[in-house]
């Protein structure tokens, strides 16, 4: 075992060197012809998100036999100006009004900006990522039209009563678990592992990002908003996560009906009905119980490769994540 | 000198392969995990634009020592799926209604669905040029980076009679020129040419872009709607021309009053006086002037290629987009 400390100064070298790396780009961006386009998106580019992507790409990396991590730098800032593209992007359809403690760029500067913005940084992540060999780019490529796939998907089961499981992991496979799979296939690549170990590292991701789905479906339901998240944001929106769409289905009679009209119906004051009728259908520790079968499975996937420091810290950023209250 | 019979058999040629190339693509795509966001994409892009981009790179190629098109055609693929993907996200700003004569996916599908169809078609069209080397990826990523900033600075300029040829030069090479050169540039390096004729090729795609924008500018201020080209459309959004640039130049005293005026508040009855002003101040042959400098130069450049079929037809669709009326 790693002690606390250990972990967290490991974390946060890496996530230093990746912060350098990031910030030297916006500054060459900057000093370039990217100027204004970088200007809008610098803000939410350096405003400090999880870097989760970056991280597990770096750390699979060095779990996977990369002696030098300047290597898949590029491959991690792709990940994360991908990432910060699909959020720009999903902001203006969202009609979200803040990002990361910061008003949104179509709610600063106005739709046609916030468009652009996160045009500029996908050309910006796929130039990075366009620096590896085929089989890398190929990941990267398949990953972002995914995204399109599972965002549209979700679109047409927005207040969906009738949304399966099935429906919902192909929705966050596209939307929010590719990415994370991709970017450790792709670092165990770049690291000049087997095809074995990355399809490996593949369904490591998976199940990590499924996992961190399921965990911010459940912020979503419980999260506090003095701690910077706010909640209820997918049930406004009539998004279907697993935890309503469980208990649709374990409900009966009455209380289903009850729980259709409340989702229908939804308003701020009805928590509590909400509430209530989710844990009489045993969905908030359901959903615990799915999260925890997850980070099980990706810490055994783990337990395959050689001991590294990296290996070690890869299995406490799935187990900080898991329990993460942000 | 080619025949005309010969040069439409041999432009048309290249353009069926492409054609076939980019079908395939379309039903890969609408058979695979791509459907529902190909299903949106799939009109526009398949709704026949002039497929300028594609054909220069792959004429480049042929002229420039390429033996086999096949090999040119993820270029080609790319450079009309990124340009689609702008085309899309574009008109959600402008707020057009139709493209191509098909409603445009924002009018017919919504906001969200119009930048995630723009999305998927940058991804795919990252990944088609990302199978060529790191200088052509290079020379793609900054080409998309820079339409960000011509749009930007394009946005900046709206209204802006202030603004100056050297702005409007700056515009245009990011949005519409850097594509072409870009396009043609990378076309001569797949061929395996050498850097000098990359660059070449590069100069001869920005004299051929500017050309192309110029023409552009002078249909949205004579085009004919009944050849499907409606005329009014940059005037309208306030979007500084080199026409209207030239004139507010030249003109002066109570004459650019005038014009300043028209252009502030312009609506259609005030076609004639604009038509009026721009004669009085000749921007109307200093732009067919200007138009022809450009294409002089072009093919100024093009002459230094070694003869071949490919260079003729190059040559043609130069002259042919000078006169186009849509």
């Given at each position: 075992m790693v002690s606390k400390l250990s972990v967290k100064r490991g974390i946060q070298k890496r996530l230093n060197v990746f912060e350098e790396e990031l910030e030297a780009l916006v500054q060459e961006a900057i000093s370039s012809k990217g100027a204004p386009a970088m200007d809008l998106a610098r803000d939410v580019l350096l405003a400090g998100g999880k870097r989760l992507r970056p991280l597990l790409a770096i750390l699979t990396y060095e779990a996977t036999?990369?002696?030098?991590i300047h290597e898949v730098m590029d491959l991690a800032l792709s990940s994360e100006l991908i990432h910060t593209a699909t959020l720009i992007h999903d902001d203006i359809y969202d009609q979200a009004r803040f990002r990361r403690g910061r008003p949104t760029i179509h709610s600063s500067h106005g739709l046609a900006h916030a468009i652009i913005a996160g045009d500029y940084l996908f050309a910006l992540g796929f130039s990075k990522g366009g620096r590896y060999d085929l089989d890398v780019v190929d990941m990267i490529a398949s990953s972002c039209t995914n995204i399109a796939r599972g965002e549209l998907q979700q679109f047409n089961h927005i207040g969906d009563l009738t949304t399966t499981p099935e429906d919902y992991y192909s929705i966050i496979d596209g939307k929010t678990v590719g990415p994370f799979a991709t970017g450790t296939a792709s670092a165990a690549l770049v690291a000049g592992a087997s095809k074995e170990v990355s399809e490996m590292m593949y369904d490591f991701g998976t199940e990590f990002g499924r996992a961190f789905q399921l965990v911010d479906d459940l912020l979503d339901l419980t999260g506090d908003p003095e701690m910077g998240k706010p909640r209820g944001t997918d049930v406004h929106e009539g998004k279907m996560t697993l935890p309503l769409i469980h208990a649709l289905t374990i409900l009966h009679g009455s209380e289903r009906e009850h729980l259709a009209d409340v989702l229908n119906n939804f308003s701020d004051d009805r928590w509590n009905e909400l509430t209530s009728l989710l844990e009489l259908s045993g969905s908030f520790s359901y959903t615990r119980q799915l999260i925890q079968n997850h980070v099980d499975r990706a810490l055994e996937i783990l337990s395959k490769l050689p001991p590294s420091n990296a290996k070690d810290l890869i299995s406490e950023v799935a187990l900080i994540s898991r329990n993460r209250r942000v």
């Amino acid at each position: 075992m790693v002690s606390k400390l250990s972990v967290k100064r490991g974390i946060q070298k890496r996530l230093n060197v990746f912060e350098e790396e990031l910030e030297a780009l916006v500054q060459e961006a900057i000093s370039s012809k990217g100027a204004p386009a970088m200007d809008l998106a610098r803000d939410v580019l350096l405003a400090g998100g999880k870097r989760l992507r970056p991280l597990l790409a770096i750390l699979t990396y060095e779990a996977t036999g990369g002696r030098d991590i300047h290597e898949v730098m590029d491959l991690a800032l792709s990940s994360e100006l991908i990432h910060t593209a699909t959020l720009i992007h999903d902001d203006i359809y969202d009609q979200a009004r803040f990002r990361r403690g910061r008003p949104t760029i179509h709610s600063s500067h106005g739709l046609a900006h916030a468009i652009i913005a996160g045009d500029y940084l996908f050309a910006l992540g796929f130039s990075k990522g366009g620096r590896y060999d085929l089989d890398v780019v190929d990941m990267i490529a398949s990953s972002c039209t995914n995204i399109a796939r599972g965002e549209l998907q979700q679109f047409n089961h927005i207040g969906d009563l009738t949304t399966t499981p099935e429906d919902y992991y192909s929705i966050i496979d596209g939307k929010t678990v590719g990415p994370f799979a991709t970017g450790t296939a792709s670092a165990a690549l770049v690291a000049g592992a087997s095809k074995e170990v990355s399809e490996m590292m593949y369904d490591f991701g998976t199940e990590f990002g499924r996992a961190f789905q399921l965990v911010d479906d459940l912020l979503d339901l419980t999260g506090d908003p003095e701690m910077g998240k706010p909640r209820g944001t997918d049930v406004h929106e009539g998004k279907m996560t697993l935890p309503l769409i469980h208990a649709l289905t374990i409900l009966h009679g009455s209380e289903r009906e009850h729980l259709a009209d409340v989702l229908n119906n939804f308003s701020d004051d009805r928590w509590n009905e909400l509430t209530s009728l989710l844990e009489l259908s045993g969905s908030f520790s359901y959903t615990r119980q799915l999260i925890q079968n997850h980070v099980d499975r990706a810490l055994e996937i783990l337990s395959k490769l050689p001991p590294s420091n990296a290996k070690d810290l890869i299995s406490e950023v799935a187990l900080i994540s898991r329990n993460r209250r942000v």
